[in-house]
Nanobody
Framework: QVHLVESGGGLVQAGGSLRLSCAASERTFSNFAMGWFRQAPGKEREFVAGINWSGTNTVYADSVKGRFTISRDNAKNMVYLQMNSLKPEDTAVYSC???????????????????WGQGTQVTVSS
């Protein structure tokens, strides 16, 4: 079982920045692709960004491309989401997720991921 714990959420004004962190408990973290998803009130959970096991490949939703950056530090069992130029529509609960299938390409569906964190709230005021 992999435990994922997010941190770094909060309240920020539009145009501001936040950096989310996700800590993984598993020693084999470096084998997992990782993703960030978000869920706004009344909406379905949606893919934000993903990164492969080595950190060499990343994928982004069109809505965040050019503003958000996903990265990872396998030595620390950490994955990050740097969010810049935040907009009110970015307001959501952000969750990190782990895909234990190292051979699979970076997934953008919730069904591609096996383990989930509890999430951290990000609120962007206008």
């Amino acid at each position: 079982q992999v435990h994922l714990v997010e941190s770094g959420g909060g309240l920020v004004q539009a145009g501001g920045s936040l950096r989310l962190s996700c800590a993984a408990s598993e020693r084999t973290f470096s084998n997992f692709a990782m993703g960030w998803f978000r869920q706004a009130p009344g909406k379905e959970r949606e893919f934000v960004a993903g990164i492969n096991w080595s950190g060499t490949n990343t994928v982004y939703a069109d809505s965040v491309k050019g503003r958000f950056t996903i990265s990872r530090d396998n030595a620390k069992n950490m994955v990050y989401l740097q969010m810049n130029s935040l907009k009110p529509e970015d307001t959501a609960v952000y969750s990190c997720a782990a895909d234990k299938d190292r051979a699979r390409k970076i997934g953008d569906s919730i069904y591609d991921y096996d383990y989930w964190g509890q999430g951290t709230q990000v609120t962007v005021s206008s």
